[in-house]
């Protein structure tokens, strides 16, 4: 092995020596007593979840994600057939590192897959760069954008990939008939108070630009229409609404409780009643909303 030069020598920090508590001896059990009260305490910071007018939310940066983390949410999630667990399955030679702030992934995982329970808005930790980045359906999570987009870039490796996912939360119909409806009035409420709270509701069509500023290149943009219910007379687009009225059914309340209650003080009582509203709305064949969705991938030069 060569001996390491002077010049990295250089480079490197100076070790500074960290002081001992000695109040302990090595038999002394108060050790152990200490050891897991913080250990006890790490765990508890990220498992005991806040609990809230009927839903739970996560406790590691208690109140920076304003949707639920319970098995009703975790339903909802797992209508979207993708996961970095499918992933892992289908190329095992891969090894896939899954990020969230809850500690809600399965615990039956390919060897091949890990979670780790971080903020991915924090600084990232692994020194490896990734071939691969992939984060979707972060509308209403994060609230710089165009940094999470650099700091992906940063971690890629040269001539790697990533590809963000995500809405556009401004819903539309082509002839008029959301106009006055509830559901209209919903997306009104819940985008103008997560905007307010600082969040970017709907990243989908600026997702390219930021792309492009962080450097990407070969950027790729697929744009989809999602309708809201079985209204379609087109058979894919039926079932797509299906799919879509099934999320909405139990995201609805997911999407607007915590943001309507925390952020603009309405009681639980009021937001049920503009959810019960919304899902009629939704399955209303006279109601014709539609939602783009937007798939982006780009490279990062070799
Ligand atoms: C709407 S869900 C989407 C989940 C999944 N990507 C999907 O498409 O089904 C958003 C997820 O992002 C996680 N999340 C939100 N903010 C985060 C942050 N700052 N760091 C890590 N995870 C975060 C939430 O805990 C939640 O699981």
Redesign the pocket.
Same mark, same amino acid.
Request: hydrophobic share 40%; glycine share 4%; aromatic share 14%.
């Given at each position: 092995m060569a001996e390491p030069t002077g010049a990295a020598q250089e480079d490197v920090a100076p070790r500074v020596e960290i002081e001992v508590d000695t109040q302990f001896s090595e038999s002394d059990s108060a050790y152990g007593d200490e050891l897991s009260s913080y250990t006890a305490s790490l765990t508890s910071s990220v498992l005991n979840f806040r609990n809230e007018n009927g839903r739970s939310y996560?406790a590691y940066?208690d109140g920076?994600?304003l949707?639920p983390?319970d098995e009703e949410e975790k339903d909802r @999630?797992d209508l =979207?057939p993708?996961?970095p667990g499918l992933l892992a399955d289908m190329i095992t030679y891969l090894v896939v590192l899954g990020?969230? @702030?809850?500690p =809600?992934q399965p615990s039956q995982v390919p060897p091949n897959l890990k979670f780790l329970i971080?903020?991915?808005?924090d600084e990232w930790i692994e020194d490896d760069k990734f071939d691969f980045i992939h984060?979707?359906?972060?509308?209403?999570?994060?609230k710089d954008f165009p940094k999470l987009l650099r700091k992906a870039y940063e971690h890629t490796a040269p001539g790697g990939w990533v590809e963000f996912?995500d809405w556009d939360a401004a819903m539309y119909s082509h002839d008029g008939s959301i106009k006055g409806t509830s559901i209209e009035q919903f997306y009104r409420e819940v985008v103008g108070s997560f905007t307010r709270a600082g969040y970017i509701v709907s990243p989908g069509p600026k997702l390219e630009g930021w792309f492009r500023d962080a450097g990407f290149v070969d950027v790729h943009v697929q744009k989809y229409q999602v309708p809201m219910g079985t209204w379609p007379k087109d058979k894919h687009l039926k079932r797509l609404g299906a799919w879509n009225y099934l999320s909405g059914e139990s995201g609805f309340e997911a999407t607007a409780l915590a943001v309507l209650t925390r952020h603009e003080k309405w009681t639980k009582d009021e937001v049920s009643i503009l959810v019960a509203k919304t899902k009629n709305d939704a399955i209303n064949p006279n109601i014709h909303a539609v939602f783009d969705y937007y798939v982006v991938y780009g490279r990062k030069p070799e």
């Open positions: 996560h940066r920076t994600y949707f983390n @999630l =979207i993708d996961s990020i969230d @702030l809850s =809600i971080d903020d991915f808005e984060a979707r359906y972060l509308a209403g999570s994060v996912q």
